[in-house]
């Protein structure tokens, strides 16, 4: 990308698409387009297509999308379905009729199966069956993905993706029942310790492996590969290191200074047994992460106290 290269960073308001703006103002970039939801309604085709008509963006980083947690998954699958593909079949498809020269698509690292050899690469995509609970999502994304890889090969576009593992860090959405399991547990400790409660219950019962990157390190790898990477293939984004999910509500309890009892509820789902990314082709292209999980969670809480000030 050249420095006034005009880029549209669609979702700029959430977590992924702030950082995405944040990293690109920082190296240089000052040509970045964005628009609110009120604005623009991804989901509707014809006010997608006539924005992208009048704009012509050269470059697109396709953030937007609707997001959530376990619970979030399993209570509205419809709604997640319908919404992101939606999304992106309509950025996607509106970039290619518009001349883009290229795209960089978000997925997720749930659309590897449920049971993939760990840690999951990038091929093992599509070898069995989905983690049940989010399959409506991990369906949508890899539909995004995939047509991406079409458009590449039916008509030489440049458009590319990128699967990231558990992101948090600022601006991340830390609703109690609708936000994923990091920021969730930073609210309920700092809730559980503001209240002064004797315990706080956690779902499942805390044997779920997870890899954590902080979204300012994705945001670095998302223009890295902008600018380094072409092909049909995914690029997975993530640490390369797991923590249980029972060490890891010790650890944030520990942060945001939580010193009661914690509960496992094992009548609630644990989600996927295990997600660990292979990120060694990330790294084979030059990049590998800044933030580490401890430091990382220090700075989400900063923003989460922040937040609550607001």
């Not at 697109?60 to 939606?86: H, T």
């Not at 997720?108 to 609970?133: G, N, V």
């Not at 219950?201 to 492996?209: H, K, M, R, V």
Request: glycine residues 8%; charged residues 25%.
């Amino acid at each position: 990308m050249e420095k006034i290269s005009k880029i549209y960073v669609a979702g700029h308001r959430g977590m992924v698409g702030s950082a995405i703006v944040r990293e690109l103002r920082r190296q240089g970039y000052d040509n970045i387009i964005t628009r609110t939801h009120a604005e623009l309604d991804l989901t509707r085709q014809a006010d997608v297509e006539k924005f992208f008509a009048a704009e012509k963006p050269e470059y697109v980083f396709l953030a937007a999308a609707k997001v959530g947690g376990i619970g979030a998954n399993s209570e509205s699958p419809a709604d997640f379905m319908y919404l992101n593909m939606m999304i992106e079949m309509n950025v996607i498809n509106a970039a290619w009729q518009n001349g883009c020269r290229k795209l960089e698509f978000l997925g997720s690292s749930c659309i590897y199966p449920k049971f993939a050899p760990q840690p999951m690469r990038e091929d093992c995509l599509l070898t069995s069956a989905l983690e049940p609970t989010n399959e409506a999502y991990a369906l949508a994304k890899i539909s995004g993905l995939k047509y991406c890889e079409y458009l590449n090969r039916q008509y030489g576009t440049d458009y590319i993706s990128v699967m990231p593992t558990n992101l948090y860090g600022a601006n991340d959405n830390y609703h109690p029942t609708r936000s994923h399991v990091l920021p969730a547990l930073i609210r309920r400790f700092h809730e559980a310790k503001v209240a002064n409660l004797p315990s706080v219950n956690c779902w499942g019962d805390g044997s779920a492996l997870r890899e954590f990157l902080y979204v300012d390190d994705l945001a670095d790898l998302c223009v890295f590969l902008m600018n380094n990477y072409s092909g049909n293939e995914t690029v997975n984004a993530g640490t390369g290191k797991e923590i249980s999910i029972k060490a890891l509500a010790e650890l944030i309890a520990s942060i945001v200074g939580y010193e009661g009892e914690i509960h496992w509820d094992t009548s609630k789902p644990n989600g996927t047994p295990r997600k660990l990314l292979d990120v060694s082709k990330a790294a084979a292209l030059g990049w590998t992460y800044k933030t580490d999980l401890r430091d990382g969670i220090k700075l989400a809480y900063e923003d989460f106290l922040r937040m609550l000030s607001m």
